[in-house]
């Protein structure tokens, strides 16, 4: 089954105390790309990757790091994680063509 | 990509047709019209696409206007199951990845 697959879907932590959320996809897609949604602002890119070692920023890229070593995984880490980047946070693969983006379940974010 | 405009929200009942318009007034010849939907807060979920023509899969057609300036999805037998955010989004396939979410249509469907 086609599927991107995030980890965790939920995480409370402490400001300052690094963080990796995981994502990985299964289709041999070359796009990968992070999104937060927070209320009334709707979905917001942060990073994006275009393949292996290709990655690049997105709307809101500040406070967030990714790598690409590997086609199917697409880490986003937080080094020193604030209370603003509590989220609900999207990643998403998608082929070369872009005829459609697939979206893991999410990961919801808390920092106290 | 274009600017999307949609309705906040809009309401069905259920086993009829759910018409959900989008404008897109700016759009380029080459950006294509996706649809996606959120339900509650999982993923998006894509639902249809398309460039001039109109589509059709299992899910939804899509009616695109000849000036290619506004489209409509259509779910021709809305069920409970669909209420959820729409979201109408203009993108150039073959370059990076970057969907622009609008906040969409919130389609409420019920009895």
């Known amino acids: 089954e086609a599927q991107v697959t995030q980890n965790p879907r939920y995480l409370i932590t402490v400001t300052g105390k690094k963080l990796t959320v995981t994502c990985s996809q299964n289709m041999n897609h070359e796009y990968m790309s992070w999104y937060r949604q927070d209320p009334g602002l709707g979905l917001r890119q942060i990073y994006y990757s275009m393949n292996v070692e290709v990655t690049d920023k997105g709307d ?14 697409f880490p986003l880490i937080l080094e020193s994680p604030s209370p603003n980047q509590t989220s609900l946070y999207f ?16 990961t919801r974010l808390t920092v106290v | 990509d274009a600017k999307t405009t949609q309705p906040p929200s809009m309401d069905c009942a259920e086993g009829r047709a759910a018409n959900l318009p989008c404008n897109h007034s700016t759009i380029s010849g080459n950006e294509y019209v996706y649809w996606y939907r959120q339900i509650h807060s999982q993923g998006p979920q894509y639902i249809i696409h398309g460039l001039k023509n109109n589509e059709t899969n299992e899910m939804a057609s ?50």
């Open chain 2, 62 to 111: 899509l009616i695109i206007t000849e000036d290619r300036k506004s489209s409509t999805l259509i779910l021709p037998h809305a069920t409970l199951r669909d209420t959820a955010v729409y979201y109408c989004i203009t993108f150039r396939t073959g370059t990076a990845s970057k969907l622009t979410f609008g906040t969409g249509t919130r389609l409420q469907v019920t009895l």
């Open chain 1, 91 to 106: 990643c998403a693969s998608s082929g070369r063509m872009n005829t459609e983006a697939f979206f893991g379940q999410g």
């Open chain 1, 60 to 73: 809101v890229p500040e406070g967030y790091k990714v790598s690409r070593k590997e086609k199917r995984n």
